[in-house]
């Protein structure tokens, strides 16, 4: 009977193990070569999923990995705790945000822990604690005395009903994700972070993050969005007399301009509305929607014409109608554009609702006379109907624009930023106090630092829409800490994103009385390695960067960029199931039949669907307890490195995790094989043990997972065919260390099993030696005619003659050449041979 790996009590006795000895706390001491290997921290929504096991999983073989090779090594786990969630759920369950929160994290520690990832969880920090958040607000009131910090009145999404201000995520088709009511844009004092400060300076840094993925680091690139262009100002028609201001990035399509369109709340706007009840009727259906740039995109582009007209500044008697348009904002730019339809999409869509006119102004070689339908031209070319610039290409016109404007003084050259300040108020309990105080006499009074943190009161209820901030009987009534006099607490709390700016920060250096102690945090950061999905790759990226920037800008800190590495991994994907009345059905709803699936409690046939993401509402969810109960820890792990490149996404399969059980009880078999007293080298056996061994720590360090796996098989096969032999039983205590950053568990239950010293979690990457690397046989082909008819395996070098007479003895070339001799031979050292007849 072949003996079976038990995963249950092996996962088990081992996670105490290593517990017990802190194998894997990371001493700020040592004077081993350090590594900080971190992956992005969760939300505790209560479960962790399979895409969160891949992602620790990636993680976890890396950090063990640099501890075998003599790394002291720096692996935490925390939580990034606040945000709405927490908050629905105490209006939906009738529980406190915290609660639930704290809740949440330990069942998802508890479902960590049974992985057995190496993590050092005495660093383990969540961001909803006033021991990490009232460190974050001594670091706000840093910045806002550096002057990176300030307050001003800003357009935001309301829920009328709800009463709250909405992310833009939360509005759905124009109305709030909650209450289903029309969100209004209305203007509430924000407190904003000056990221654009260091704007050009987050630019040129992409150029430094050689080890970051080219998509990452072009998508920070665009989202800045540096460009250079021309500001200038349309000059008014009488009666009208205001000029508007403009920002253009293509003033070389200055000559296809056929309007300009304007804010709902431009001071032109304004001044229209207030004689006319049309445009007043407008400009409120215009607070309708979302307020970023992106969103507006993509809505209907709705205009009301002014009745006013502008100058073209190359013609005063060229005249342009002034719209006011619902894609235009007063926070982005001047908050008027000049449209050009044949060479900007929204332009176009405008122009065509609106019928005004289109004149192509830039063209390829040969289109000059080719009309624009529905698709705008945004390609390279030359100019073409622009008067002094037709002929010229696209950078030179704009150039010549420039200059003319500078010249006649009627606009200037400008470099601007898509880039704008992040805004940080959020109308919401659940979230850092920001730590200022309102005095009517004073202004503006940051908390003094020694009354720090400013807790979030427990005592709040969520029956009524708003802020339980607002209308809390004593929270924000406070004194004013410079003059004594009644005064108020800001009730806005941070925008989560600046709790996960810098808690990788945080967990390299946890002092009770201050943030972070630079000496302690400069040993560790910035993070060698950082894991994580590329749906952060902006915000939370840029927003991490800023924050870094900040703290050197202020002296805490000496370096810039936190990440030195970053990979971005995959997601894990299932098929979907729906039942005959179009339900979405779970994996655990259904089982196959024959070559059909069907519906377990019903018998009814089920329609399997595409692979997609995981996700609850499709119910193509697995989780992870049940297979880890099933298979164990191990086999999980090793199934969510082994079948896909880790940049790509990983399909979920039965067949999958069955054959990493399945490899996971091979392995254990040839740990039972291991014969301390076998004797006599094989020296074939030698050469793929070390071949391995080097293969597959440059596998890991390269985050090549799949392939350090397959190096695995390869050697687990040959491992199984070769003969007892001192060799073999090298091999079998070498594949144990191998597989130990992989399937912990299995590993170190083996490492005991043969008597080994120590934990295998505490033992060193085995040594390669060099002279194993170097094939010292080689397999030659035999042809004929250039056909491959036969191989021979010979030592490296041997003669050519030697070559040519092993060639002729090979019984399918004696086969093919059935007596004919041949007329030339070609000789390949190390290669081929070649019989021509």
């Not at 800008?553 to 179009?582: C, I, N, R, S």
């Amino acid at each position: 009977m072949q003996r079976r790996f038990n995963p249950l009590e092996a996962d088990a006795r081992w996670q105490a193990v290593w517990d017990e000895k802190q194998s894997f706390k990371a001493d700020d001491a040592s004077t081993k070569p350090r590594s900080y290997v971190l992956e992005m921290f969760p939300y505790p929504s209560g479960r962790i999923h399979i895409g969160h096991v891949r992602n620790y999983s990636m993680g976890d073989v890396l950090a063990r990995f640099r501890r075998m090779t003599g790394h002291e090594v720096l692996h935490p786990m925390g939580w990034d705790a606040f945000g709405m969630p927490a908050e629905n759920a105490a209006m939906e369950k009738k529980v406190h945000p915290g609660d639930w929160t704290r809740s949440n994290i330990a069942n998802m520690r508890a479902q960590l822990k049974k992985l057995g990832f190496a993590i050092d969880w005495s660093r383990e920090l969540a961001t909803c604690e006033p021991d990490y958040y009232g460190h974050e607000q001594a670091l706000f009131l840093d910045m806002l005395e550096a002057g990176l910090v300030y307050r001003k009145e800003s357009q935001v999404n309301w829920d009328p009903v709800d009463m709250t201000v909405l992310a833009n995520e939360q509005v759905i088709d124009g109305r709030g994700w909650r209450s289903g009511a029309l969100v209004e844009k209305r203007k509430l004092n924000q407190w904003f972070l000056k990221i654009t400060q260091f704007a050009d300076d987050l630019l040129e840094g992409l150029g430094t993050l050689d080890q970051w993925p080219d998509k990452v680091r072009t998508m920070q690139e665009n989202w800045i969005g540096k460009s250079v262009g021309l500001q200038f100002s349309f000059k008014p028609v009488a009666p009208f007399d205001s000029a508007i201001e403009v920002y253009s990035t293509r003033p070389d399509t200055i000559f296809g301009a056929s309007f300009v369109a304007i804010a709902a709340d431009h001071p032109v706007a304004q001044a229209v509305a207030a004689n006319n009840p049309d445009a007043v009727a407008f400009i409120e259906k215009c607070k309708e929607g979302g307020t970023t740039a992106a969103e507006l995109e993509t809505a209907e582009k709705l205009g009301f014409d002014t009745g006013l007209t502008v100058a073209h500044p190359f013609d005063p008697e060229w005249h342009l109608p002034v719209f006011i348009a619902n894609f235009v904002l007063m926070d982005y730019g001047t908050g008027a554009v000049m449209g050009v339809p044949a060479h900007d999409q929204r332009d176009l869509d405008f122009a065509r609702k609106y019928m005004l006119p289109v004149e192509r102004v830039v063209a390829p070689e040969g289109e000059a006379d080719k009309p624009i339908h529905d698709e705008a031209y945004t390609g390279p070319g030359h100019l073409v109907n622009s008067r002094f610039l037709d002929g010229m290409a696209v950078e030179a016109a704009k150039a010549a624009v420039i200059a003319r404007a500078e010249g006649e003084g009627w606009g200037a050259g400008k470099t601007v930023f898509r880039l704008r300040d992040w805004g940080v108020s959020r109308q919401r309990y659940w979230g850092t106090p920001i730590p200022v105080i309102h005095c009517d006499d004073c202004g503006v009074v940051g908390v003094p630092k020694d009354q720090l943190p400013v807790k979030l009161p427990e005592d709040v209820t969520f029956d009524i829409p708003g802020n339980p901030l607002d209308r809390h009987p004593s929270w924000k009534h406070v004194d004013c800490p410079s003059c004594g006099k009644a005064a108020r607490r800001e009730t806005d709390t941070l925008d989560t994103f600046a709790d996960s700016s810098w808690y990788f920060i945080r967990f390299a250096s946890q002092p009770d009385d201050k943030p972070f102690d630079r000496a302690t945090v400069e040993q560790w950061l910035p993070v060698g390695q950082y894991i994580g999905g590329v749906e952060h790759a902006i915000l939370h990226l840029l927003y991490a960067r800023f924050w870094t920037r900040a703290l050197q800008h202020m002296g805490q800190l000496g370096f810039a960029e936190p990440f030195t590495g970053l990979f971005t991994q995959g997601m894990v994907t299932h098929e979907t199931y729906k039942a005959g009345d179009g339900s979405w059905l779970s994996p655990q709803e259904i089982k196959k039949s024959g070559d059909d699936y069907v519906h377990i409690e019903s018998g009814a046939p089920v329609t399997v669907g595409r692979v997609e993401k995981m996700s609850k509402s499709k119910k193509n969810v697995v989780d992870p307890d049940d297979i880890i109960e099933q298979y164990g820890a191990d086999a999980v792990r090793w199934f969510m490195l082994s079948d896909s490149p880790p940049e790509r996404d990983l399909p979920w399969t039965e067949a999958g995790i069955e054959g990493s059980w399945r490899f996971v009880n091979r392995v254990w078999r040839l740990f039972g094989e291991a014969d301390a007293a076998a004797e006599g080298q094989d020296k074939a056996l030698d050469r793929k043990l070390h071949q391995t061994i080097d293969g597959v720590a440059k596998d890991i360090e390269a985050l090549g997972f799949n392939k350090a796996v397959a190096k695995i098989y390869e050697l687990v096969n040959a491992i199984e065919k070769a003969k007892p032999s001192a060799s073999r039983t090298a091999a079998i205590r070498a594949l144990a260390l191998l597989v130990a950053p992989m399937t912990p568990h299995l590993a170190e239950e083996g490492w005991a099993e043969m008597a080994q010293d120590g934990l295998i979690a505490e033992a060193a990457w085995p040594a390669v030696d060099p002279a194993l690397l170097v094939e010292d046989e080689v397999t030659i082909a035999c042809q004929v005619m250039g056909k491959l008819r036969d191989t021979i395996t010979v030592p490296k070098g041997t003669p050519k003659d030697e070559l040519e007479k092993l060639a002729l003895a090979a019984p399918n070339v004696v086969r093919t050449l059935d007596g004919a001799i041949p007329k030339k031979v070609i000789v390949v050292p190390d290669r081929l041979v070649n019989l021509v007849i």
